[in-house]
Structures are given as structure tokens and as C-alpha cells.
């Protein structure tokens, strides 16, 4: 039967409300809305905002799902008996695209389609392809659904009706081509231009997709398909089946695409351009949104601009003081290591900034190429608002790819000074947020004496990680060290506030013992060094630091040292038998989306920090964000936690969410004693007295940071504060070990609160939260907290606060 699917324990989400067979007998109907809202009211009262309204209602076996003024909520009736229900909650802001289906001539189901932030079905795979994270409902076709209707009512709550549309210049039309053309667009499967008025005027009309004043841009029909690119949206119309009825209509927002190509054609019988765009949305092959355009009708440069005003902004960005633009500076060529290796040198930035504004029309009006670089043919552009990679391919050369990479996809930034001997580029390293792509292999295996082939998935880093080797003699490396700080980092919080102070007494390390001195002689620990002696030789020595930036902290680790500034963490990691190969690793606080610090234990000695990332294939290479191991005593975890939460929640609201007292504890019972005596279920505890708690000892809090929530299991504990979500986790026989785990709100994305069950052996109500930083969730005992509180107060930190 129809239904939602949630994996339990893990970080699998599914609302896969699939028909089954054929004829849509199983879909989701349509209910009344405001019946619907009504018993939401009488059963759950907590779960509505005020003034929240149902448009759209939906039911299929026991389960609902509906489409309010703020959200897309489920009620999940799980368990035999259906009385634990969960409360799933996927706000508006959250959604990156959507698709609706209509219904075709045998296959009589609908579908809608949604992809939201920090939801996964499942991560990438090597023995089969990784499962989308949409999320899909089949509707009957005689349910009383009407699909468009939802489609238009996505549309105003994702799209912003109030932008005004911009004035395009019209794309050559391909419509009159010779018949030998039409041929050759039909099988190598070109797309042409098509008029975007006549466009606007079908979709406003039958069917009305479009918003009443939303513009179409640009159109292109490849077979039955049309890409279109609007003033809201990228819109894909997939026409399928032999008659045509079944039609998918997808929609992805321009805040949704993160970075974009365009590609020139080439000489001879290579007549295509070919338009690339990556999204937000994590998975490898929907993460790109690729077509191949036919050069009669297609002025590809006209499209580039267009992105450029769509992704960039049409607004000047400032200019920075960190560029080495190498002004007046000749271009002696590259040697024969740019001919051999690709190793690339810097050019005079000038030149090139007049270059691809008058010859190459590749930058905006109000943008400037500050920096740049040039291989054998390949180039790089560092400008006000993006990097742009350049790359001629083929003998001629003719066929050109600009790839662009606006500055807030970087998530951590790398450069790496060159070795001695063989060894001798320099090299620049950027991980972003966009999700990496994959290839496929047929591998050989054996089944009994049978030998048999299978379809493998192979990992590629795509757009998710960039990396360009330098001749170490023909490039400032700490200049573009600088220039990627100046795009990528900025002051703590993105707020104006002044630079945190480094704790007084944090360099106060404490005196090892015998043993903890022995264990210290033979790990990795980390130990803390004199910042100001770091931040004089860091603007000095190497000037890697921007003229503003202050080291606060350093620790050093062998001939590694990590060290936390006024805008970034860094790790410099010292390599080779000469250590004159050094790697200058950069973690923005702006990019962290959780973080972690855990003090030393009896017998684990090291006391550890951690801090998290969104970066799909540094998650994969190289680890979930950095990670320091520190001798006992010689850090002092709580100050540290308390800079980072500085840096990373400072400037967050501070303010209350939770209006409404916990309940009291109810009697146990004999089975609930016994079930307390198994399991690890949480109850709620007094959050003023937790405040306090963490407020002094130990200082957790910030200063304007209070707990709102808080549950207890043991000698754990799950915190709600004002500014973020805390789990402390106690470890070990002796609970000296203890980890400090944050995850701010803002990539919170979605949530679920699930109720105990009325039988007397499931006695958990469980929470779930879906963020950038994975799934974080815990379990709270029946009848032991005000499980219900919690819904309220992620409606006013994921939906209200947000608006």
C-alpha cells in the first residue's frame, strides 16, 4: 500500500507515496482542508503556528499529508496500532526544486515531486546508484487532485511574485531551419531557440504553470522537451509516453543553482554549445542540469550574461586590497613546465580584465577580473564575484568552456607552497558545497563457476573540489592566500562585531604527569604556543594572514600548528623530509556548520576539537571539517568551545522560543521502571537550572544565550538554547570524559517529532532534526517531558524565525 517510509536509528528519510501496479488506485486523495485543520487543532494543538492555514489536504490509507501557509506537513501514523505519530515539518524556505506529473493515457497516477535541504535517502553507493532525495506522492487520478492547482500554489510560496522581471535581449529563433539540419538536431539531440513570448503565453494559459506576472526569458525545444529559463525559475518540461498526455513539469529556483557553464562550439562537425548548471541538490547525477544547444540559433555568450545577472546579481561588488594584479607585467610564457604539466603563472590582471570585457564579453559591467593565471592554453580569473575557468579543447582550440564559481560555493580553501627537487609546483586547492559527480565501470566477479559483469559507481570530484598546480617561481602564493581569505572568509558571525579576545590564561597549560607525559611523547597531541609570536610571523614570515586578521589561538603538533584567527580556523601542515612543502588549510567560521570539543578522560588522555563542513567530496577525501587531538591539560576545552561558539553563533538571535512549562514526571509504572532499567530514553529537566549550570561550570553558554529545552538520560544530556542545539554526551566508567557537541540553527532545515505509542512496550516519543550537518535526533521517555514543546519551539527557530 501507499504509504511514508521512515528508516528508524538512521539518517534515511522517505515520503515515497508510490502507486501500486498501474492504474493510480492507491494515490493519495484529496480531503477537506479545513476538516483537516481542524483535528490537527483538537489532536495536536502545538504543531500549528498562529494564523497558519491548510490549502491543500491529502490521505492515503491512515496517513495525511498537507500543504499549509508556512509548510508541507505529514502526519506518519506508524506501528500496528497507529497511535505514535509523527509530525514531519519541511518549511517552504527549504525546498530547492519540485515536479509535478500529469497523468498518462495507461499509467493513470499523478505525481509531485519535492527536493529539500537536509534530506538524504541514502549516500553514494559503489554497488548501486544512489537513491534520490526527492520526495515523491502518488495521487489518484480520480482522487479530486488536482495537480496544477498545487503547482501554482508551490509557486507563490517558493517564488517571490514581487522580483521584477528583466529585460532580455531575444535568442535567435531556430524554427526555419533546412530539412539536413533538422535531421541532425533530431539525432544528436540539439536543443534551438524558441520564441519566449509564445512560451509565456502557453504556460500562463494551458497550462497555467507560470506565476500571472512571472517572464519568460529564454526558451529551447529539443524533441518534445523545452528547457525554459524564467524570471523565477529554471523550469524543464519532460514530455512522455507515445501519445504525450504524461508530462513532467520541473522547477528548480534560481537560488537553487549554485554554479554554471557555458561552451562554445567547435571547428569542423563539432556545432554544438552546451549550457551546464549545478544545483544545491545532493545527490550525483540531479546535481547537474545539462543542454547541448544548436549554434545557429543560440548566442551562448547572450545566455552567459544572463546567468551572470541572474546568479551573480546585477550589483558592483567591492574590490580587494589582496589582489596582486601584476599591473604592467609582461608575459614571458610558462616554460616547459606550462607545456609539460599545465603548471600555471600569473598574468597582468589588467590586460585580461580589458580582454573579457571587450573581446570575450565573458564578465559583468559592474565586475573586475583581479587575478590571473595561464597554463599551456588553460586559464583562471579571479574576479569580484567569482572564479572562472578557462578551457580551450580540441586541436583548434575553437571550442572554449568558461566555467563559473561564484565565491560563496567555496566552503574551505587550501594553498600548498612547492617542494625541493622534483617536486617544485605550488598548488591551490577549493572544496565547495556542490556535490560531486561519479562514472560507472563493468567489473568482472564470480558467481559459483559462472563468471558474470556488474555496473560499478565510481566517485569523481566534478565541481565539489578544484585544484591547479603553479610554477612556484612565477606566482606570489601568499598573495593568493590572501585574495581567497578576502572572498572566502570574513570577520566571525558576518557580523561587524569586534574581534573575540583570546581568553586570559588559555596558554596556561597544565603539568602532565609521568604517564600522560610518556603517552604525550609518543602521540600527535596538539599543544598550545604563544598566538601573538603565530600572528607576527603569519603577517611577517609567510603574510598569509589579511592585515586585519588576529591569530586568537595556536597549537602545535610536531612541525603541524593549527590556529584559530578573528575570521578562519587554519591548518598549516609542514610536509617532506625539508618541510619546505607546507599546505595552508582554511575553514571559514561562516562555513561551519556544527562543531564539537571534548575534554580528556582517565585513560584517553587527549582532549579533542571538531569542527564540521557541507563539503561533499572533502568529506569524502579528507574527513567531515578538522579535527584536533589536544595533550590533558594543555587546552582548555571550555574557553575553546566558547570562542568557537563566539565566532560561529555570536551574532544568532538570543531570544526565547518556548512560552509554555514542561510537565511534571509521571509515575513509572513497573514496566516503564524496567524499560528506564533497558534503555537510554530521555526526560525533560528543569531549563533554568541547566542554565545556570552552563553558565558557570562549565561556561558553555554565551553571555546572552539561555537554555530553553532540556532532556536528561543518565549522565547525557539534549539541550535547546536560544542560539543553538547542544548534546553532552558523558563517556566512560569515571564521566571525566565528556563531548560538547553544537548545531547551530541555521542549517536546520527540516524536523520531526514522533509521539510514544498507547501500548505499554513503546514507550519513546523521539525527535529528529534534518540539517546541513547530517540527521541529529534522541529519544524521550513517555509521559516525562512536554515531547510537544519541542515542535513549538523548531516551528519558531526553523519557520518563524526564518521568514
Not at 214 to 230: I, K, P, S, W
Not at 520 to 527: A, T
Not at 675 to 699: F, H, R
Request: charged letters at 25%; one cysteine or more.
Amino acid at each position: 500500500l501507499a504509504q511514508a517510509l521512515f528508516v528508524p536509528g538512521g539518517s534515511r528519510l522517505s515520503i515515497c507515496l508510490c502507486a501500486m501496479g498501474c492504474c493510480g488506485c492507491c494515490g493519495a486523495s484529496a480531503i477537506d482542508a479545513e476538516e483537516a485543520i481542524t483535528k490537527v487543532r483538537e489532536e495536536a494543538p502545538e504543531i500549528l503556528i498562529d494564523g497558519e492555514t491548510f490549502e491543500f489536504a491529502f490521505a492515503w490509507t491512515r496517513d495525511q499529508i498537507y500543504f499549509t501557509s508556512r509548510r508541507i506537513l505529514m502526519k506518519d501514523k506508524q506501528g500496528f496500532t497507529g497511535s505514535s505519530v509523527a509530525w514531519k515539518s519541511f518549511p517552504y524556505s527549504g525546498i530547492k526544486a519540485f515536479a509535478v506529473q500529469t497523468a498518462g493515457t495507461f499509467d493513470m497516477s499523478m505525481e509531485l515531486s519535492v527536493w529539500c535541504s537536509g534530506i538524504s535517502n541514502g549516500g553514494f553507493d559503489r554497488d548501486s546508484m544512489m537513491p534520490s532525495p526527492a520526495m515523491s506522492v502518488s495521487f489518484k487520478r480520480d482522487g479530486g487532485v488536482d495537480v496544477l492547482a498545487l503547482q501554482r500554489f508551490l509557486n507563490n510560496q517558493i517564488f517571490n511574485p514581487g522580483v521584477p522581471p528583466q529585460e532580455i535581449a531575444p535568442q535567435p529563433e531556430g524554427m526555419g531551419d533546412a530539412g539536413t539540419s533538422e535531421f541532425l538536431d533530431l539525432i544528436m539531440g540539439d536543443a534551438k531557440a524558441i520564441d519566449p513570448k509564445i512560451v509565456q503565453m502557453q504556460l500562463q494559459a494551458d497550462p497555467p504553470i507560470l506565476l500571472p506576472d512571472e517572464q519568460v526569458d529564454m526558451a529551447f525545444r529539443c524533441g518534445r522537451d523545452t528547457t525554459v529559463l524564467t524570471s523565477r525559475r529554471v523550469l524543464y518540461i519532460d514530455v512522455q509516453g507515445l501519445t504525450g498526455k504524461r508530462v513532467n513539469y520541473r522547477s528548480y529556483a534560481w537560488s537553487c543553482i549554485k554554479a554554471f557553464a557555458v561552451e562554445t562550439p567547435g571547428a569542423f562537425l563539432d556545432r554544438d554549445c552546451e549550457l551546464a548548471l549545478w544545483t544545491t541538490i545532493s545527490h550525483v547525477s540531479e546535481n547537474r542540469f545539462k543542454l547541448d544547444l544548436r549554434n545557429s540559433s543560440t548566442d551562448i555568450m547572450g545566455i552567459q550574461k544572463y546567468l551572470c545577472d541572474k546568479i551573480l546579481g546585477e550589483d558592483t561588488a567591492p574590490t580587494s586590497d589582496h589582489a596582486n594584479s601584476c599591473e604592467g607585467q609582461a608575459d614571458e610564457g610558462g616554460g616547459w613546465q606550462a607545456w609539460l604539466c599545465g603548471d600555471m603563472r600569473m598574468l597582468d590582471a589588467s590586460e585580461e580584465n580589458r580582454k573579457f570585457h571587450e573581446d570575450v564579453p565573458m564578465l559583468q559591467g559592474c565586475e573586475t577580473c583581479e587575478m590571473a593565471f595561464k597554463g599551456a592554453r588553460d586559464m583562471l580569473l579571479f574576479t569580484t564575484k567569482r572564479l572562472i575557468v578557462i578551457d580551450p579543447q580540441g586541436l583548434s582550440g575553437k571550442k572554449v568552456s568558461y566555467t563559473s564559481l561564484p565565491w560563496d560555493c567555496v566552503q574551505a580553501f587550501a594553498v600548498q607552497s612547492g617542494g625541493s627537487w622534483i617536486d617544485k609546483d605550488a598548488e591551490m586547492m577549493i572544496w565547495t558545497d556542490v556535490f560531486h559527480d561519479y562514472r560507472t565501470e563493468q567489473e568482472e566477479y564470480q558467481d559459483g563457476d559462472e563468471t558474470k559483469h556488474r555496473t560499478i559507481y565510481l566517485p569523481e570530484p566534478g565541481l565539489s573540489f578544484l585544484s591547479f598546480d603553479f610554477q612556484k617561481d612565477k606566482i606570489d602564493l601568499c598573495a593568493v592566500g590572501r585574495y581567497l581569505a578576502s572572498r572566502c572568509s570574513v570577520l566571525g558571525s558576518q557580523s561587524s562585531q569586534p574581534a573575540t579576545p583570546m581568553p586570559s590564561g588559555l596558554t596556561d597549560s597544565g603539568e602532565p604527569g609521568l604517564i600522560e607525559g610518556f603517552i604525550s611523547w609518543l602521540g600527535d597531541d596538539y599543544r598550545q604556543v604563544d598566538p601573538a609570536e603565530l600572528d607576527s610571523k603569519l603577517h611577517s614570515e609567510c603574510s598569509m594572514l589579511l592585515p586585519d586578521e588576529q591569530v586568537q589561538m595556536g597549537f602545535l603538533c610536531g612541525r603541524d600548528t593549527v590556529i584559530m584567527t578573528t575570521h578562519r580556523a587554519m591548518k598549516i601542515d609542514t610536509k617532506g623530509f625539508t618541510g619546505n612543502r607546507v599546505l595552508y588549510l582554511s575553514l571559514p567560521y561562516t562555513k561551519i556548520k556544527s562543531y564539537e570539543v571534548e575534554s580528556a578522560g582517565s585513560f584517553d588522555l587527549d582532549a579533542k576539537m571538531a569542527l564540521h563542513l557541507k563539503a561533499p567530496w572533502y568529506a569524502r577525501e579528507v574527513g567531515t571539517g578538522l579535527n584536533i587531538d589536544f595533550g590533558k591539560g594543555r587546552a582548555d576545552i571550555v574557553a575553546i568551545n566558547k570562542f568557537i561558539s563566539e565566532q560561529v553563533i555570536g551574532s544568532a538571535d538570543g531570544s526565547s522560543a518556548v512560552p509554555r512549562e514542561m510537565l511534571p514526571e509521571a509515575p513509572e509504572g513497573a514496566i516503564g521502571s524496567f524499560l528506564s532499567w533497558l534503555g537510554d530514553d530521555y526526560k525533560q529537566i528543569s531549563a533554568e537550572d541547566v542554565t545556570n549550570q552552563l553558565t558557570n561550570d562549565p561556561a558553555i553558554l554565551l553571555p546572552d544565550e539561555t537554555v530553553d529545552i532540556a532532556f536528561k538520560c543518565g549522565r547525557d544530556m539534549m539541550i535547546f538554547s536560544t542560539k543553538r542545539f547542544i548534546k553532552i554526551d558523558t563517556q566512560g566508567w569515571t564521566g571525566q570524559k565528556v563531548s560538547y557537541k553544537s548545531l547551530p540553527y541555521k542549517p536546520l532545515k527540516a524536523f520531526r517529532v514522533t509521539g510514544a505509542a498507547s501500548h505499554p512496550f513503546d514507550t519513546d516519543a523521539e525527535v529528529a532534526m534534518h540539517s546541513d550537518a547530517g540527521e541529529w535526533g534522541f529519544d524521550v521517555k513517555k509521559n516525562q517531558g512536554d515531547i510537544m514543546s519541542v515542535y513549538s519551539f523548531l516551528n519558531q527557530k526553523c519557520l518563524t524565525d526564518k521568514e
